[in-house]
């Protein structure tokens, strides 16, 4: 927060003064930029009558505090408990139910068996209820296949599918089970009440609104909240850049926001040499603000032998961190406890020991080996070659007696904790861990893209630090072309200049002729560039596809893309961009058919197809019958590509290869990929 004594900042003024001009408002404000300080002089610049929604019971307290009395102070779960909640009290005060008792009650009776893998009895019930929970983290009405978790060993969408086929009935059974206030066999909890209470469409009786940690908000509540347009003024308040909970459903709401959009840049947590290294990895992810160092704070990038903490990637990074540390004889406290690994090295114990066990994350595997097998070679199982390389070089004992040697923070002479686990914390000196590996090409060369799950991860992490900051594993930064800090540019436009957003509009097949291939949008722009296009085109479709409607999940495999649409001029052959439209994996995948037939997801696109647009089964085959000859059909010319609609954007656009050195590349390229011209009918994308 500002120093003591001073009055606020220009930032602050602009942000009170929006505010009480009753503008919708997004705050952007980065790490530790006095959002607090904020929030309190918008509070109390008016005597209008508001809701203050926290992210969790404790903050929310402490602005019932800090907060004059027309302004309520709440969270999401309390505003849903007052409406709906309350009835069902006698089944939140019930005696726990495990899973697998709340299994046997909806039907589940016998294990089954998915692609090899034994889905026992436990695990269909552990499914169902986070089936369930998952849903009631959504903005959904009714529960889907996308709601049942991706499962280790049955991530291919054969196997998800499958699975959904097994666990929808009884997650049905146990949605209606939970909404009988009086008794039940499924454990009602909080999530319950609020997805009840979201469904209802709530209208909340307040004047203004102010959504705290907007990046991080769940769908459900998002949806209340943007509910009360019109009805209310909104002010989204957080930091884009710090949204590091999309794994667990949460999503940045703020940067699809119809508002106006302000920053706060001042940090009074450090100077200027940390503010740098802020600043590197808010260009990576094209922050809408950069940060300014505090002049009064001296801060110093450098070595630090006994840091206050030390920040890690992973709990695995964590684990071998805490080794270190009681090796050398520090008294060492973890973030949020031992529990996550000590439940792993049991899981561990049990599969060396032939016996399944009921962890989240490896209840389908039977024995160690197995285990050993999947993370050394499966791609969906390379994040877990971690865990298994600590349990097979120390041992689980060793793992198990390190958790049981952590002391308590108060006592402890170091701090140890995952990026995620510190985000709102801060220590005067902080070591970032080795476990931020340098990202790497498919061959192992570098440099490469740097995911923005990654940069926003490493940005909570250096924004921890007071006084110094040792990079560690985060050093290699300096020396990434991508790590050089810019100021922010000029936003893209919502709408391109000549776009027309209603052009390609639903889900259809939509083949690229061969002659085409690989000289596109993305092909001619700068890589940077194309971020900033593709979120341009999340933010101005609310993160959500603009054919289906459903948003990001990365649990079962469903991302967001940014699909070009075409037009293409029979009589000039020219092929012109004329529209960036967002699309979930299933609608690209479908988009794409050809694509999908070489990657033997046919009959996963085809079915997606028929759901979306709710044609028959012939008249969707005869429609991807009539692309595909239309498509060969365009095949035989060579196209002229027009990206005009990209001009005044502030994008660079390279000039594009003509039409015959087009044909000349995509033959090139064919011929690397697929061998013989022949063979790629299938693959037309």
């Known amino acids: ?162 699975l959904a086929d097994v666990i929808l009935p009884f997650a049905h059974k146990a949605w209606a089970d939970v909404q009988n206030p009086d008794a039940g066999d499924v454990r009602f909890d909080h999530d319950h009440y609020l997805k009840m209470w979201a469904l209802a469409k709530p209208q909340l009786d307040y004047e203004f609104l102010l959504l705290d940690e907007a990046q991080d908000t769940n769908p459900v509540v998002d949806q209340v909240f943007n509910a009360q347009r019109g009805a209310a003024q909104l002010v989204m308040v957080g930091d884009s850049a710090q949204a590091i909970y999309g794994w667990r459903g949460a999503q940045d709401v703020m940067s699809g926001f119809d508002g106006m959009q302000l920053g706060l840049t001042q940090s009074f947590r450090f100077g200027p040499a940390v503010a740098e290294e802020a600043n590197r990895w808010l260009t990576v992810v094209d922050a809408p603000i950069r940060l300014t160092g505090n002049d009064q704070i001296s801060t110093e990038i450098g070595e630090v032998e006994h840091p206050d903490a030390v920040l890690c990637r992973t709990n695995v990074g964590a684990m071998l961190e805490v080794m270190d540390q009681l090796a050398v004889g520090k008294k060492v406290a973890l973030v949020g406890g031992g529990d996550t690994l000590r439940s ?47 349990i097979d070089d120390h041992g689980i004992d060793v793992i198990l007696d390190s958790v049981s040697r952590l002391s308590g923070e108060s006592d402890a002479q170091v701090t140890v904790s995952t990026a995620h686990k510190a985000k709102g914390r801060e220590w005067d000196t902080v070591r970032i861990a080795d476990d931020f590996p340098e990202p790497e090409n498919e061959d192992g060369s570098r440099p490469a893209s740097i995911a923005d799950t990654d940069a926003r991860l490493a940005y909570v992490a250096v924004t921890r630090a007071r006084r110094v900051l040792d990079l560690g594993g985060l050093e290699w930064i300096r020396r990434h072309p991508d790590g050089v800090p810019q100021p922010v540019r000029p936003p893209i436009p919502e709408v391109l200049p000549g776009e027309d957003r209603s052009f390609g509009s639903g889900l259809f097949v939509d083949l690229v002729p061969s002659s085409c291939w690989f000289t596109n949008v993305r092909s001619c722009v700068d890589r940077r560039d194309w971020q900033r296009l ?125 039409a015959d050195q087009r044909a000349q590349v995509a033959l090139e390229e064919i011929e690397s990929n697929y061998g013989a011209t022949g063979s790629v009918r299938g693959s037309a994308r």
Request: aromatic fraction near 6%; hydrophobic fraction near 35%; glycine fraction near 8%.
């Open 534 to 658: 593709r979120r341009m085109v999340n933010a101005r479709a609310n993160h959500q596809c603009e054919v289906c409607g459903r948003g990001k999940d990365r649990s079962v495999g469903r991302l967001l893309e940014a699909h070009e649409r075409w037009s293409y001029d029979d009589h000039t052959r020219v092929q012109s961009l004329r529209r960036i439209i967002l699309l979930c994996t299933d609608c690209h995948l479908t988009t794409h058919y050809g694509f999908a037939q070489i990657n033997g997801l046919e009959s996963e696109a085809l079915h997606h197809l028929i759901h979306v647009t709710g044609m028959a089964a012939g008249q969707a085959r005869r429609h991807v019958a009539e692309a595909f000859r239309l498509w060969e059909k365009r095949s035989r010319h060579t196209w002229t590509l027009d990206l005009s609609i990209l001009t005044e954007t502030g994008v660079a656009v390279m000039k594009p290869p003509d």
């Open 344 to 390: 792993l090295a049991l899981a561990a114990r049990d599969l060396q020991a032939g016996r399944n066990t009921n962890h989240p994350e490896l209840f389908l595997f039977s024995t160690w080996t197995e285990l050993q097998d999947y993370a050394a070679n499966d791609p969906s199982g390379h994040d877990l070659a971690p865990l298994v390389e600590l």
């Open 1 to 162: 927060m500002a120093p003591s004594g001073s009055g606020p900042t220009d930032e602050q003024q602009a942000a009170v003064v929006a505010f009480t001009r009753g503008d919708d408002l997004v705050l952007q404000a980065g790490a530790g930029t006095g959002k607090t300080t904020t929030l309190r002089l918008l509070a109390g610049s008016t005597d209008r009558r508001g809701l203050y929604i926290a992210f969790n019971r404790a903050v929310a307290e402490e602005a019932r505090r800090r907060f004059p009395r027309n302004i309520a102070c709440r969270t999401a779960h309390s505003l849903a408990y007052q409406a709906v909640g309350r009835r069902f009290k006698a089944r939140l005060n019930a005696p726990r139910v495990p899973s697998w008792k709340t299994g046997m009650a909806l039907g589940v009776q016998y294990p089954v068996m998915i692609g090899g893998r034994r889905v026992s009895e436990r695990a269909q019930s552990y499914l169902t209820v986070r089936t369930v929970q998952r849903f009631c983290y959504s903005a959904d009405d009714v529960i889907g296949p996308h709601h049942v978790p991706r499962t280790r060993g049955l991530e291919t969408p054969e196997g998800h599918g499958r």
